[in-house]
């Protein structure tokens, strides 16, 4: 598990953890899940934000409405899978970010790790510890990195409240 600080991730923004070490290429980057969060808080932003650097290669769900939303709303052009396993073999993403359910976080983490993609998810990592074990255990065998976020703090109500403290207007 890569442990940043708080302060760490908010300098970074969170793009060192998308674009990694290289920023010559793009990073090919695949999304699980596209629920409100891989829609809206990662799929449109890393779009909007960040498409110099990052490639949206694949976003999968198990809702094909969902997914054929999720393309048009993010503005990525890239294919949809409702199988998991067949994104990661044809995009062959180097990360991939899971915003599926809690409770299936371990299996998309461990799958991705399996095949060869780092890995961004959002917290919690995992709902008990015989699957963080597996998570853990996947990394060891793997090498692969894992990341674990939180992005709901930039909604707009909270990014307000942080430029009315930095404004000195409330404290």
């Known amino acids: 598990v890569v442990m940043i600080s708080r302060r760490q991730f908010l300098v970074t923004g969170g793009a060192a953890a998308i674009v990694g070490p290289s920023l010559q290429a793009k990073t090919r980057v695949a999304i699980v899940g596209t629920g409100v969060r891989g829609v809206g808080t990662w799929g449109k932003n ?9 490639e949206i290669v694949g976003l999968s769900d198990i809702n094909p409405g969902r997914l054929a939303f999720a393309r048009q709303y993010i503005g990525a052009s890239c294919p949809t899978f409702v199988d998991f396993d067949e994104m990661l073999a044809e995009t062959r993403p180097e990360r991939v970010i899971v915003t ?9 983490i461990v799958r991705a790790m399996e095949a060869g993609s780092n890995v961004i998810t959002e917290k919690p990592l995992t709902t008990d510890e015989t699957q963080c ?3 853990l255990d996947a990394r060891a065998r793997t090498g692969r990195e894992i990341t674990v976020t939180h992005n709901y703090r930039y909604a707009p109500q909270r990014e ?3 430029q009315l403290l ?4 409330i404290g």
């Not at 599926?100 to 998309?108: A, K, L, P, R, V």
């Not at 930095?166 to 207007?169: K, L």
């Open 133 to 135: 074990q597996a998570i």
């Open 160 to 162: 307000r409240m942080k």
């Open 166 to 169: 930095m404004d000195g207007r």
């Open 100 to 108: 599926t359910m809690d409770s299936t976080h371990h299996d998309f």
């Open 46 to 54: 890393v779009q909007d934000g960040y498409s110099d650097v990052v």
